[in-house]
T-cell receptor, first 113, second 113 residues
Framework: GQQVMQIPQYQHVQEGEDFTTYCNSSTTLSNIQWYKQRPGGHPVFLIQLVKSGEVKKQKRLTFQFGEAKKNSSLHITATQTTDVGTYFCAAILLTDSWGKFQFGAGTQVVVTP | EPEVTQTPSHQVTQMGQEVILRCVPISNHLYFYWYRQILGQKVEFLVSFYNNEISEKSEIFDDQFSVERPDGSNFTLKIRSTKLEDSAMYFC???????????FGDGTRLSIL
């Protein structure tokens, strides 16, 4: 079954608005990575979170790892048209070894000017 | 900036035929991965490889699949007897160490007829 759930599947935002995508697991995670994939492109690494409660920021992007290490979020403020793409989380379950990344279904983001 | 390169960019093969997808990971990276992405769907983990052996594999990676590092630079994925449902984009990725940022290639689009 699906180990890593990501919501929403689709997000339509007006330029300038904020939005958040969430990644949830019923199993404790050892770490989680976030990737962005532009249409027709390949996944591009954004960030890795390892510690419980960790928060990392990259300009308008804020990434958070839950205290229980079962969920994570990506929050984008003041969305721009360059934010268009699909955002994936990729997690390693605590029960798996480092090499087995489980990807969420992705949140496809469309930005209207 | 160093890149992961994949060849060919598009492969069309008759069902039942063998296919080999090729990847050249970033030169100082030690960990290699294969993923697939069916059109419009999420990225699915196939296999991870380190120190000339498979570290982890998913349920998708059955006896029809194999990986090899035939020399110091190439990393290949072989599908022995292709099926229609093998049609997908196949991404190779590499990372310097285990749970580190993965760098993805542009992918090989595999079409099975």
């Amino acid at each position: 079954g699906q180990q890593v759930m990501q919501i929403p599947q689709y997000q339509h935002v007006q330029e300038g608005e904020d939005f958040t995508t969430y990644c949830n697991s019923s199993t404790t995670l050892s770490n989680i990575q976030w990737y962005k994939q532009r249409p027709g492109g390949h996944p591009v690494f954004l960030i890795q979170l390892v510690k419980s409660g960790e928060v990392k920021k990259q300009k308008r992007l804020t990434f958070q790892f839950g205290e229980a290490k079962k969920n994570s979020s990506l929050h984008i403020t003041a969305t721009q048209t360059t934010d268009v793409g699909t955002y994936f989380c990729a997690a390693i379950l605590l029960t798996d070894s480092w090499g087995k990344f489980q990807f969420g279904a992705g949140t496809q983001v469309v930005v209207t000017p | 900036e160093p890149e992961v390169t994949q060849t060919p960019s598009h492969q069309v093969t008759q069902m039942g035929q063998e296919v080999i997808l090729r990847c050249v990971p970033i030169s100082n990276h030690l960990y290699f991965y294969w993923y697939r992405q069916i059109l419009g769907q999420k990225v699915e983990f196939l296999v991870s490889f380190y120190n000339n052996e498979i570290s982890e594999k998913s349920e998708i990676f059955d006896d029809q699949f194999s990986v090899e590092r035939p020399d110091g630079s190439n990393f290949t994925l072989k599908i022995r007897s292709t099926k229609l449902e093998d049609s997908a984009m196949y991404f190779c990725a590499s990372s310097r160490t285990g749970p580190q940022p993965q760098h993805f290639g542009d992918g090989t689009r595999l079409s099975i007829l």
